[in-house]
């Protein structure tokens, strides 16, 4: 499975912090501080860096590691506002604002079509995903007054389909009767070496559940809430829709197999 495109890997470097000011966060175990949305976090400095990068666990920013804008950041900066930043051009605020967390949905909707391509046995559904993949990209470069009207709720549900349908042609590859975990709560379940081969853990509970040594190969994990999850030795090669926020938020160490697109969090022992 090939690299996903840098369209659709962030690149803080091009980007105008907007994670960092466009979306509020409250004081909890992930952040340290209140902060509303449209101010810029206390840790912000000039340059658009953030000012505790390498310590955001030790100082309490825990939520800040395990964030993913999948690439919007640096469209919305440098595409939809042609390199036009909100400090020197106070008047973008607003918009600009606004419309980060739009453009952070539509990415991500491009991070799911754009794996669900690469998988052979969603070969029936190839067409289709093509056809919003290139909907999507066409939105993407929309002007901000465009992006702001957009109905995404409407796109999501008309991806949500077929990548609905690409989980369940590529788990009938896998032999035997799969378990459908769907939604399901399963916070702090005991599942330590389970066969979860092929399993439907689509939008499932999973926080500080005890998945160590647990075979995940091609599960559907597409929304499932992973904080604090033990991945221990897990094998969650080739499992379906699994994103790099999700597996920062977990816990892991070298022998947890991942896909090769996705990296090991460095916090991982």
């Known amino acids: 499975m090939p690299p996903h495109p840098p369209l659709l890997q962030a690149d803080c470097a091009n980007c105008f912090a907007l994670c960092c000011v466009a979306l509020p966060f409250a004081k909890s175990t992930d952040f340290a501080v209140n902060k509303p949305a449209g101010t810029p976090c206390k840790n912000l400095r000039e340059d658009f860096r953030c000012g505790i990068h390498t310590r955001l666990r030790d100082q309490g920013f825990q939520g ?3 964030f993913d804008c999948f690439g919007a950041g640096q469209q919305v900066s440098q595409v939809t506002f042609e390199g036009r930043d909100w400090r020197a051009h106070p008047e973008t605020r607003g918009e600009m604002f606004d ?3 739009v453009m952070r949905r539509l990415h991500e909707l491009l991070f799911y079509v754009d794996q ?6 969603a070969a029936p559904v190839h067409a289709d995903l093509r056809r919003v993949l290139d909907d999507t990209e066409r939105h ?5 007054r465009t992006l702001k009207t957009l109905d995404v709720e409407a796109l999501r549900q008309e991806i949500n389909a077929l990548l609905l349908k690409t989980s369940e042609l590529v788990r009938a590859e896998v032999p035997g009767r799969k378990k459908n975990h769907r939604g ?10 389970a066969d979860l081969r092929g399993a439907n853990l689509r939008g499932a509970y999973l926080i500080a559940a005890n998945l160590s040594g647990a ?4 599960a559907d994990l597409i929304g499932a809430d992973l904080r604090d999850t033990d991945l221990r030795g897990a094998d969650l090669r080739g499992a379906i829709f699994l994103t790099q926020p999700q597996l920062n938020a977990a816990r892991g160490n070298p022998t947890t197999k991942i896909p090769p697109t996705l990296t090991h969090p460095t916090h991982w022992l």
């Open 99 to 101: 419309v980060f967390p």
């Open 215 to 218: 075979d995940l190969r091609t």
């Open 140 to 144: 993407t470069r929309a002007d901000a």
């Open 64 to 66: 800040c590691t395990v």
């Open 116 to 121: 669900a391509l690469t998988l052979t046995a």
């Open 184 to 193: 399901a709560d399963l916070m702090g379940a005991r599942l330590s070496g």
